[in-house]
């Protein structure tokens, strides 16, 4: 079997036992939906993404995470879907996960590390796929219960500084300002739901 399938179903059977084996009270459940415009040099697209974990102190949990692109400037599509496991040990979380996308060979792995600490907070994640290697980092400073500081790199979209604003408990606007993977100037705008 080829290994990234043998992987794929791995990670579905693990979902599948810890879902059902989990006493939901003891578990902390986190999701967001967001919108995201995103525009480097003459170049824009709008993204919709969505993510949703549960997880448990020095526990097994599960994560799901999903993507649709759509570049206005040359109307190229993508998505993705991730499924996978993910362990919390102390004030870090790691995970894993397989799953599909929109390219000529469909599979996608990911990992990510988020970690958090009093007001600071950091998280990284790597993928890799058949349209291409794709990273995610940021670190944030939670100034006040409004404004978070920090600075964000991710691939194809920006490297550079990151606010967010709290526009109540589960809605917030961020930005990401700076430069893109070829030095040219790059910003993101993004609006979460969180739930």
Request: aromatic share 16%; charged share 15%; proline share 2%.
């Amino acid at each position: 079997m080829n290994p990234l399938k043998s992987l794929f179903a791995s990670v579905i059977a693990l979902f599948t036992l810890t879902t059902r084996a989990q006493d939901s009270t003891s578990y902390t459940k986190f999701g967001f939906s967001e919108f995201q415009t995103v525009a480097v040099k003459d170049n824009a697209d709008l993204r919709f993404l969505s993510w949703y974990s549960k997880t448990r102190p020095n526990s097994l949990g599960v994560w799901a995470f999903g993507l649709f692109t759509q570049d206005l400037s040359s109307n190229y599509t993508f998505g993705e879907g991730v499924l996978g496991a993910n362990y919390t040990i102390g004030s870090f979380e790691l995970g894993i996960g397989a799953g599909f996308e929109t390219a000529d060979d469909p599979w996608r792995v990911s990992g990510y590390v988020f970690a958090m600490k009093n007001d600071w907070s950091g998280y990284v994640n790597f993928e890799y796929g058949g349209s291409s290697y794709w990273h995610l980092g940021f670190v944030n400073w939670k100034a006040n219960d409004a404004l978070t500081i920090g600075v964000i790199s991710q691939w194809s979209t920006v490297h550079g500084l990151r606010l967010q604003y709290n526009l109540s408990e589960s809605v917030l606007l961020w930005t990401g300002a700076g430069i893109g993977n070829n030095a040219q100037a790059a910003g993101l705008l993004a609006l979460r739901f969180n739930y």
